[in-house]
Structure formats: C-alpha cells, structure tokens
C-alpha cells in the first residue's frame, strides 16, 4: 500500500536516512531554515546560532538511529535538541535561570516557510539591491564596509538598502 | 524626504543587528514595516554556512556508514564462521516437525550463504581499498590548523596541546593568555576545587601575542559545546599532550610543540604535495560583465585547508564588472583533496585562475 502525503514522505526520509546515513542530506536541508530561525532568535548572536545550529544536526545524525516515528513531525524532534541545546548555552554564560518553553511546531513551520519565501524575493531583487540585503543582513557588515565593497557613498548604500525592503514589502503585499 | 526614512531605517537596523528586541519604535507605517521586515531578514541562512555545515554532516554520514557497514560485515562473518563451525550442532526445536527435504529449499539456502560470504568478501575488500580515505577524513577533522597565522613559506615553529583523556572532544572556547612560563594550564572542567597554589591558566608564548579572550575557555577551533578537556593527555584542553591547546604537544596552542603558536600555513613544493580538486562548479557571468561582452582572467590567493576547503579568498587579478564576486563566491564553493606534508594534510595557499569566456 502506497501511502500519499507530506509526513508519509518524511517518514520514508527519515527511515531512508536510519538505513543509510548518507541520505541524511534530504531532511537536513528541508529543516535547517526552520531550525535556524528558532535558535537565532533565542540567541544574540548569529556566531552563536550557527554554532548551536550546526551541534543540533550534528546531534541529530548521530543519534538517529534512536529516533522513533511517533507521527509528529521529525523538525519537531530537532527542535527539542535545539532547546535543550540554547539552555545549557544560557547556563554557559551565566543564566542560571532558563524558562522551558513549549516547541510550538506549527508556528515555527510558519516561520520556516516565511523565511523561505523571504529568501526567495531577495533572489528577485535588482543586483545592487540584492547585493546589499544580503551584506547588510545575513552577513551583517556595516553600511560603511558595504560602500567600500561597492565603490558606492554611504548615502548610495542607505538609499539602495530602503529600495530594498520597500520593494520586499511590496512583493510580501501583492497577492499571489 | 526619502533621505530622511532611509536614515531613519538605517538606525533601526543598525540597533536591530545589535540584538535588540523588534520594537515598534515608530509611528511611521512605512518605516514600521521596514523595520519589521529587517528585523525577520536577520534569521536567513547563509550559502556559507549551509554550504560548510553540509559537507561537515556529509563527512559524518560517511563514518557513521563505514562504523554501520563494519559492524554489518562482522556479524554477518560471525555467523558464518558459527554455522560452518565443525562442532556446530543446531539447537532442537522438538516441538516442531521435521521439515521435509526440499531440494528448491537447499538451493535457495546455498545461494544465500554464497551472497553471504561474497558480501563478506567485498565489505572487507572495501575496508581496505577505502582505508586511505576513512583515515583522511579524521585526520583532517583533527587537523584543523587555522588559528590566527598568516601564510609563511615554512612550517611555524611552537605550538601545544592538552587534555585528560576525556570521551568527548574539547569544547569550544577561547584560550588563555601567554606567559614566559606556565604555572598551570588551562581547563574547561576544573577537577581540583581547592589547589594548592591558585593561579592563573597561562599558555607557554610571548606575552606581546594577544589573543580574542571570553569567559569560556576553551579550543577556539573546536565545535563541540558540551564542556569537557578533551581527549589528549597531561593537562590542557585538546586532543595533543602536555598542558596547552589544541592538538599539539607541550604548552603552546595549536599544531607542532614546545610552546608559542603552531601550525601556519605552507606553500606547495619542498615535500608538501599539491591539492587536487575534486569538486568544482562553474562561475556564472555577472549581467554587467555579460552585457559589456567582459572577459578574461581573475586570478585568487587561496588557502586550501586541510578539511579540503578554501579559505581566505583575496582577488590577485581583478577584473572588475562583478567577476571578482562571482569568482569568489563559485571557487568558495569548491572541495579539494588537501595538500599533503609528511603523510598529515596540511594547510597550503594557493593562486586559482578563474577564466571568464564569451564564446
């Protein structure tokens, strides 16, 4: 019998992977957006989030053989590695106190899909504009060092940046 | 009046990517928006980093198919010998009926102790045919040796290494300062509460080298967050021996012994091998470079590390038009077989040409 739909398939990812590790690749990519985005804004720095990020895949591999399908959906299993994870990194630097929280799956689906969509109209942007949202943001360089890069004032650079997210925030309006 | 909300967003983002909380700080709608979106394009993933973590776990799945396929190989050769064993006598099942003799039924049991034995023969074949590369990989996980040297046409001398013989590798943190001599040496987890004479974790260097320091210490190329010393010996934090850190001996940081920095970066020749490419995707075009009909030849300063990846691009030859970019971020992509020195993969820099052609 053929079973049809979203967890069926994920559920043969996932056995896939328990067979043969080296298919591992498919459920890393289909989570890392959503797993990011969940650890980045617990923690305050992007180093640290893609350090903890890189410890909750690595984590995950090694210990997928343990993995159980319980019909919940496998990101809800890595985000659990992801908080427990942000706790201790919180005990690290000196927050003994750390609230447990409640993984909010569906939410965090959400974002992961947003964040895809987002990243999707910043490849549609003009060069120069794009060029500058992604210096700006995922590499979080300074307005100067970007008008450096660019051969382009300061004012140039702020100018493109506002084109930018106006035009990201009209492509996020328009109806599809 | 554009000037002014562009100005105005941009110190929102500047406080944005400065950890700030989203906070509607803002009557403007337009500029609420922007920020609003700002504030969500901070948790996009980069190429890099989803590039760089990729290849890491397709390493790991790699070990872990070896470790799977070994175990596999010898239980299978387990029961094998077992069932072949002279003395072997099958346990009784004298509640059963005898099975009657079926001649399919021997075929069938014959054909799968051959692919039995034959599945036996090649997994130990591959053992050993792959047993160059399983070495490389860990090897080159151990062997990481970028810490803060630029590239000098000789091995750097000093270097250190620690631990006390932990499960787990050292966890990643920052080292301790240098000092002209070492009274005790740096840890993670402090076994002794109440020593006998306090004092400060120091590294074996020269006190004018200062390096980036945090409340963790730790091996600052290590990704492991959980807190432990590391799996070398005699003090320190690493995988090496004798009170430093990293992955060297004595109580220096890093590759090589005897204190101060180990471990810079080689050119090839004079016994260090050429790295080899192995994965290589095209460059593209930029659209200014494709509309001005733009071509020749960018030339890049690489460092191929002994993970196989390049590291710190710089543009030698520039040929302007967004080509330097698009060769940087195409050659960034790349995967090398590293260049070797004494059987160990080692750090090399290297000059890559990345022709642009309009046919």
Same mark, same amino acid.
Not at chain 2, 45 to 57: I, P
Not at chain 2, 127 to 137: A, L, P, T
Not at chain 2, 151 to 175: C, L, M, W, Y
């Given at each position: 019998?053929?079973?049809?739909?979203? @967890?069926?398939?994920?559920?043969?990812?996932?056995?896939?992977?328990?067979?043969?590790? %080296? *298919?591992?690749?498919?459920?890393?990519?289909?989570?890392?957006?959503?797993?990011?985005?969940?650890?980045?804004? /617990?923690?305050?720095?992007?180093?640290?989030?893609?350090?903890?990020?890189?410890?909750?895949?690595?984590?995950?591999?090694?210990?997928?053989?343990?993995?159980?399908?319980?019909?919940?959906?496998?990101?809800?299993?890595?985000?659990?590695?992801?908080?427990?994870?942000?706790?201790? %990194?919180?005990?690290?630097?000196? /927050?003994?106190?750390?609230?447990?929280?409640?993984?909010?799956?569906?939410?965090?689906?959400?974002?992961? @899909?947003?964040?895809?969509?987002?990243? *999707?109209?910043v490849e549609r942007l003009p060069e120069d504009q794009r060029r500058v949202i992604e210096r700006r943001f995922v590499y979080q360089q300074s307005i100067r060092e970007i008008a450096q890069e660019l051969?382009?004032?300061?004012?140039?650079?702020? *100018?493109? *940046?506002? %084109?930018?997210?106006?035009?990201?925030?009209?492509?996020? %309006?328009?109806?599809? | 009046?554009?000037?002014?909300?562009?100005?105005?967003?941009?110190?929102?983002?500047?406080?944005?990517?400065?950890?700030?909380?989203?906070?509607?700080?803002?009557?403007?709608?337009?500029?609420?928006?922007?920020?609003?979106?700002?504030?969500?394009?901070?948790?996009?993933?980069?190429?890099?980093?989803?590039?760089?973590?990729?290849?890491?776990?397709?390493?790991?799945?790699? #070990?872990?198919?070896?470790?799977?396929?070994? =175990?596999?190989? $010898?239980?299978?050769?387990?029961?094998?010998?077992?069932?072949?064993?002279?003395?072997?006598?099958?346990?009784?099942?004298?509640?059963?009926?005898?099975?009657?003799?079926?001649?399919?039924?021997?075929?069938?049991?014959?054909?799968?102790?051959?692919?039995?034995?034959?599945?036996?023969?090649?997994?130990?074949?591959?053992?050993?045919?792959?047993?160059?590369?399983? #070495?490389?990989?860990?090897?080159?996980?151990?062997?990481?040796?970028?810490?803060?040297?630029?590239?000098?046409?000789?091995?750097? =001398?000093?270097?250190?290494? $620690?631990?006390?013989?932990?499960?787990?590798?050292?966890?990643?943190?920052?080292?301790?300062?240098?000092?002209?001599?070492?009274?005790?040496?740096?840890?993670?987890?402090?076994?002794?509460?109440?020593?006998?004479?306090?004092?400060?974790?120091?590294?074996? $260097?020269?006190?004018?080298? &200062?390096?980036?320091?945090?409340?963790?210490? $730790?091996?600052? &190329?290590?990704?492991?967050?959980?807190?432990?010393?590391?799996? +070398?010996?005699?003090?320190?934090?690493?995988?090496?021996?004798?009170?430093?850190?990293?992955?060297?001996?004595?109580?220096?940081? +890093?590759?090589?012994?005897? +204190?101060?920095?180990?471990?810079?970066?080689?050119?090839?020749?004079?016994?260090?091998?050429?790295?080899?490419?192995?994965?290589?995707?095209?460059?593209?075009?930029?659209?200014?470079?494709?509309?001005?009909?733009?071509?020749?030849?960018?030339?890049?300063?690489?460092?191929?590390?002994?993970?196989?990846?390049?590291?710190? &691009?710089?543009?030698?030859?520039?040929?302007?038009?967004?080509?330097?970019?698009?060769?940087?971020?195409?050659?960034?992509?790349?995967?090398?077989?590293?260049?070797?020195?004494?059987?160990?993969?080692?750090?090399?820099?290297?000059?890559?040409?990345?022709?642009? #052609?309009?046919?």
């Open positions: 019998m053929k079973i049809a739909g979203p @967890e069926a398939l994920e559920r043969e990812q996932i056995e896939a992977a328990q067979r043969d590790p %080296r *298919q591992f690749g498919v459920l890393y990519e289909n989570n890392l957006r959503a797993v990011f985005s969940y650890v980045a804004r /617990r923690l305050p720095s992007r180093q640290e989030a893609e350090d903890v990020t890189a410890e909750v895949f690595h984590q995950a591999l090694a210990g997928l053989q343990t993995f159980c399908w319980e019909g919940r959906p496998f990101v809800a299993w890595l985000l659990g590695i992801a908080a427990h994870l942000i706790a201790k %990194r919180w005990q690290q630097i000196g /927050r003994s106190t750390v609230v447990a929280e409640e993984i909010d799956v569906e939410g965090h689906g959400l974002d992961a @899909e947003r964040q895809a969509m987002y990243a *999707q109209l051969g382009r004032s300061e004012g140039a650079v702020k *100018q493109l *940046q506002f %084109r930018a997210l106006e035009n990201l925030r009209n492509q996020v %309006r328009r109806p599809s | 009046m554009n000037t002014v909300l562009a100005q105005q967003l941009d110190e929102q983002i500047n406080a944005l990517l400065a950890g700030a909380e989203y906070q509607p700080r803002t009557t403007d709608v337009r500029l609420r928006d922007l920020t609003q979106l700002a504030a969500e394009l901070r948790f996009e993933v980069s190429a890099e980093f989803r590039d760089q973590l990729g290849a890491e776990l397709q390493q790991q799945a790699a #070990r872990i198919w070896v470790e799977q396929l070994s =175990h596999k190989a $010898g239980f299978e050769r387990g029961v094998s010998l077992w069932s072949e064993h002279e003395d072997f006598e099958p346990p009784q099942f004298k509640s059963l009926p005898a099975a009657p003799l079926d001649c399919t039924h021997l075929a069938v049991s014959f054909s799968l102790h051959v692919a039995v034995m034959a599945g036996v023969l090649t997994s130990g074949l591959w053992m050993v045919e792959h047993r160059d590369q399983m #070495r490389g990989q860990i090897v080159s996980m151990l062997a990481d040796s970028h810490y803060i040297l630029a590239p000098t046409r000789s091995e750097a =001398h000093g270097g250190g290494g $620690g631990g006390d013989r932990d499960k787990v590798q050292a966890s990643k943190g920052t080292a301790p300062r240098f000092a002209e001599e070492q009274l005790t040496p740096p840890t993670v987890i402090v076994r002794d509460e109440d020593p006998k004479l306090p004092a400060d974790p120091t590294l074996v $260097g020269s006190p004018e080298v &200062l390096l980036p320091e945090s409340s963790q210490a $730790g091996d600052p &190329l290590s990704k492991i967050l959980s807190l432990s010393n590391g799996t +070398g010996s005699g003090g320190g934090i690493g995988s090496g021996q004798s009170g430093g850190v990293g992955s060297g001996r004595g109580p220096g940081l +890093g590759e090589g012994s005897g +204190g101060g920095i180990g471990a810079g970066v080689f050119h090839v020749g004079g016994g260090v091998s050429a790295p080899r490419v192995l994965y290589e995707p095209e460059p593209e075009f930029s659209e200014e470079a494709r509309k001005a009909k733009h071509q020749g030849i960018v030339v890049l300063a690489v460092v191929i590390a002994p993970d196989g990846r390049p590291r710190d &691009l710089r543009v030698i030859n520039s040929l302007g038009m967004g080509l330097d970019e698009k060769a940087v971020e195409a050659v960034r992509k790349w995967r090398f077989e590293p260049a070797h020195k004494d059987g160990r993969p080692v750090a090399v820099q290297v000059q890559i040409e990345v022709a642009f #052609r309009l046919y």
